[in-house]
């Protein structure tokens, strides 16, 4: 075979490698997804069992590209903790292909992240009700903006997510050997709501290691929305950060539809922070 013709066969299995990965996710494209019609019963579907396995062969590039915005592949899961929005998929995409090879199965314990590499291992805690899961990361996703993790219609169920389509949530890197034994019993227990205002969502516009400039950028989204814009100072020895929020907010719809008009006047950094 000669170098030309060899070249044109490497580049087309490449593009052929990206589009698996770009397609195989339930949550690149706007959906309309729906529960099963015949519900299981969750409490019998164990956690995901953290073990070590080799890399997916087409699921980690160092870098991937969707709608405009390109994602970095992390080398590693281990320290990854993070707040922020939960969604779930289910039906439409149950058969079909994972960006990790393995097909999509709405009942088992699985998810899809952006960066984490595949397959990875988390603990996903919902803020609102304490309830955990561990849930396999064996897919790419979800490419809409503000939302940290797309769960499988199983994990979203024992969360308790699934009427409202999402959650708030902490998802925090587990290992082999690093499950934790109550994490069944936990999420077995009947939900009860945390008290009110334990968990805030906020839209964060910007942050400064200067207060004037933080103070400058309030004024000027304070002009544009009748929300209430404040600096929130954080505190570290190596000096404070002034972060420009805009909340509490009510829910995740108003959150979503206001970074949307933010982004769309030109502040290009607003997005939900959980804290």
Not at 102 to 111: F, G, H
Not at 140 to 159: C, Q, W
Not at 181 to 206: D, F, H, N, W
């Amino acid at each position: 075979m000669s170098n030309k013709k060899l070249g044109f066969r490497c580049k087309n299995l490449i593009v052929t490698a990206l589009l698996l990965l770009v397609t195989a996710c339930g949550s690149i494209t706007e959906k309309h997804d729906s529960a099963p019609t015949k519900v299981p019963n969750v409490a019998n579907i164990p956690d995901a069992v953290p073990r070590d396995e080799p890399r997916s062969k087409y699921g980690n590039p160092t870098s991937y590209e969707v709608f405009g915005k390109r994602y970095y592949t992390l080398s590693s899961s281990r320290g990854y903790n993070e707040k922020g929005i939960a969604s779930w998929y289910g039906t439409k995409f149950h058969g079909r292909r994972t960006s990790s090879g393995e097909p999509y199965d709405m009942y088992a314990m699985t998810a899809a992240h952006k960066t984490l590499p595949l397959p990875s291992y988390v603990e996903v805690t919902n803020l609102n009700n304490g309830r955990k899961v561990i849930v396999k990361v064996n897919d790419r996703g979800p490419f809409h903006e503000n939302r940290v993790i797309d769960l499988s219609y199983s994990a979203a169920t024992k969360l308790g997510i699934v009427a409202k389509g999402t959650g708030l949530v902490q998802v925090r890197a587990i290992t082999a050997g690093q499950a934790p034994a109550t994490a069944t019993k936990i999420v077995s227990a009947p939900a009860q709501e945390l008290s009110r205002g334990s968990v805030g969502m906020y839209l964060q516009v910007g942050a400064f290691s200067t207060e004037n400039r933080a103070e400058q950028l309030k004024t000027k989204v304070q002009q544009q929305i009748g929300d209430a814009v404040r600096i929130v100072p954080f505190v570290k020895p190596g000096g404070n950060i002034y972060r420009v929020r805009i909340g509490p907010l009510a829910s995740v719809e108003y959150g979503d539809s206001l970074a949307t008009r933010l982004v769309e006047l030109g502040f290009s950094d607003a997005h939900i922070v959980i804290e």
